[in-house]
């Protein structure tokens, strides 16, 4: 079984992928999606969404990183396609999957779900243009207001040689709203000819193995899920594997932020940085009661150092005896 880190514009960029691979149990990610319309993009934009491109496209602790795609027109996909695999893009994800109106009504995403014939050409245009050696991979959900069309469309991927599909078990009609329909993926799995990776609301190993059992998949995708339990992969390779490693502590997480917080500083504008840490707090919520006292008092920081110092004292004021390693090598 695998677990792949889910593509997240705005949330999940690379200083994230480093942090989240290197907490464990990561077998790929996905960047952001590089927005494709008329032009051959310079090689300096796949090196902002990707900068793993100078360390061989993988992590700093060594997890693939595939590059995302989205757009509606099968010759500069390709011809974009081809860039990225040159730049030595471990592999090639296409995205089907977005629902915002803006991406929408500039013909990317989800809407291209109603017009399998286009899904085709897109998938098929890509697959031609890279090397055999990098896989192109699909991410689609459901189908578009309803899952009608969702057999021609898996048909129109299988049929344009994609290596893997990613179904994130929801139309775009069903936006984020839960629950995710686990159950209508095993239709696709049970005749596919590829690997199907499951992907929507899978929050505890609990969900992972509902997701499994509804989906009949190996494979999952995580979200939401890893943000606010960074070491979820890991639980959930634990359980599969019985490997019993040692789950994340409060106080491991709050090390974990302290680096994001100060590797995020070096590389954003500072006015960015204190979005960044709010919003993985916002996350980190869900799971971590004490997030919410972490989060009262950074709420109004804006400056790094400020917001450094608050965590800081947040840890002072956490057991002094904890003289846990760190969870990751800095
Ligand atoms: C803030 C945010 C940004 C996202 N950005 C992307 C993206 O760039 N590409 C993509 O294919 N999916 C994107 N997604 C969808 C996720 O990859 C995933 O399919 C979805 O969140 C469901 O999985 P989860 O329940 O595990 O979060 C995004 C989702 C969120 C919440």
Not at 278 to 299: D, I, M, N
Request: proline letters at 6%.
């Amino acid at each position: 079984m695998r677990i792949m880190l889910a593509p997240m514009e705005g949330v999940v960029d690379h200083t994230m992928r480093s942090m989240l691979s290197e907490v464990g149990g990561l077998d790929r990610c996905v960047t952001e999606f590089v927005r494709i319309t008329n032009h051959r993009l310079p090689a300096k934009v796949f090196y902002r969404y990707c900068p793993e491109l100078h360390n061989g496209s993988l992590t700093p602790s060594g997890t693939p990183v595939y590059i995302q795609l989205l757009g509606g027109i099968p010759e500069p996909m390709a011809m974009n396609a081809l860039r990225a695999a040159e730049l030595g893009a471990a592999g090639i994800d296409i995205n089907f999957g977005c629902p915002a109106k803006l991406v929408n009504r500039n013909d990317g995403g989800s809407v291209l779900l109603k017009e399998p014939r286009r899904v085709f050409d897109i998938v098929k245009a890509v697959r031609d243009a890279v090397p055999k050696t990098t896989p192109v991979t699909v991410k689609i959900r459901l189908g578009f207001n309803d899952r009608s069309l969702l057999d021609d469309i898996c048909a129109a991927i299988f049929a344009a040689s994609a290596n893997e599909l990613t179904i994130h078990a929801r139309t775009k009609e069903d936006g984020y709203k839960p629950p995710a329909y686990w159950d209508a993926i095993a239709a696709v799995t049970e005749k596919s000819p590829i690997p199907i990776i499951a992907n929507g609301e899978i929050w505890s190993t609990q969900d992972y193995h509902n997701c499994v059992v509804q989906s009949n998949c190996q494979d999952i995708m995580l979200g939401r899920g890893i943000l606010s339990c960074p070491d979820l992969a890991r639980q959930i390779k634990s359980v599969h594997q019985q490997t019993g490693k040692p789950i994340l502590e409060w106080p491991s997480i709050v090390r974990l932020l302290d680096q994001f917080c100060s590797v995020t500083a070096h590389e954003y504008d500072h006015k960015y940085v204190g979005n960044r840490v709010k919003q993985w707090l916002g996350y980190l919520r869900r799971q971590y009661g004490q997030a919410e006292t972490l989060f009262e008092s950074v709420k109004r920081l804006k400056m790094p150092d400020d917001i450094s110092a608050a965590i800081g004292q947040h840890q002072l004021s956490l057991n002094k005896d904890d003289e846990s390693p760190l969870p990751i090598a800095v």
